[in-house]
């Protein structure tokens, strides 16, 4: 039972475009959601989060939405760079757990 | 700040043995969560341990197990090991006070045989 979906398994992007990456959740117990970057051979980086009782939280290039009606969230990336390669992976906590429960990712390529 | 270490990096064993796994957090941070990364299973929750006590738990058989000691460090065992066990395990740290981001470290790399 997949409780966080990211259905595109790969997205590629040309630099200094938006990106936008993509996921969907089920369990109406989350109450916080984080997005992380993921380059091989090392652990998750944090990028960014947000509150359930939020829309949309911004942190210079990286913003990102959630649509609770939807069960829905999204990571903007603008402009994007080269070194913004990596896998990305969407996260959900439910409420006062300490648990992240995780997509599958993405693997963003961003072309010269 | 140190970021959190994992000891081993990498681990080579053969089926039916045991392991331990070492995670040191961040100074400061008294949760330690640990994660199994799989090609088929993706990022998964194996427990979260809070001043030396298990406050929660996914999914994984018995075998798999942790401690925490009073420096907040943390070990996990996997005991009678199977060729599934072969996987990146993954301890994140916080500071415990309440749901907010966790930090990775590097990851130990375990290939069962």
């Known amino acids: 039972d997949q409780q966080v979906k990211q259905n595109s398994p790969s997205l590629s992007v040309q630099e200094g475009r938006i990106s936008i990456l993509n996921c969907d959740y089920t369990n109406s117990m989350f109450d916080y959601f984080l997005w992380y970057k993921k380059y091989p051979a090392e652990g998750p980086t944090f990028l960014i989060s947000?509150?359930?009782?939020?829309d949309k939280n911004e942190d210079g290039r990286f913003t990102v939405f959630l649509n609770k009606s939807a069960k829905h969230l999204s990571l903007h990336i603008v402009p994007s760079q080269p070194g913004d390669s990596a896998v990305y992976f969407c996260?959900?906590?439910?409420?006062?757990?300490?648990?992240?429960?995780f997509g599958q990712g993405t693997r963003l390529t961003i072309n010269p | 700040k140190a970021g959190v270490t994992q000891t081993p990096r990498y681990l080579i064993k053969t089926r039916g043995q045991q392991v331990t796994l070492s995670c040191s957090p961040i100074?400061?941070?008294?949760?330690v969560s640990w994660y199994q990364q799989t090609p088929g299973q993706g990022l998964q929750f194996l427990f979260e341990y809070f001043s030396e006590t298990q406050r929660n738990k996914g999914n994984f058989p018995g075998r798999f197990s942790g401690r925490q000691f009073s420096n907040s460090r943390s070990e996990m065992n996997v005991s009678t090991l199977e060729l599934g066990d072969s996987a990146l395990y993954l301890c994140a740290t916080a500071s415990g006070a309440g749901v907010e981001e966790q930090f990775f470290g590097p990851g130990t790399r375990l290939t069962v045989l």
């Open positions: 996260a959900a906590s439910p409420q006062g757990a300490q648990k992240l429960v």
């Open positions: 100074s400061g941070h008294r949760s």
């Open positions: 947000i509150s359930s009782i939020k």
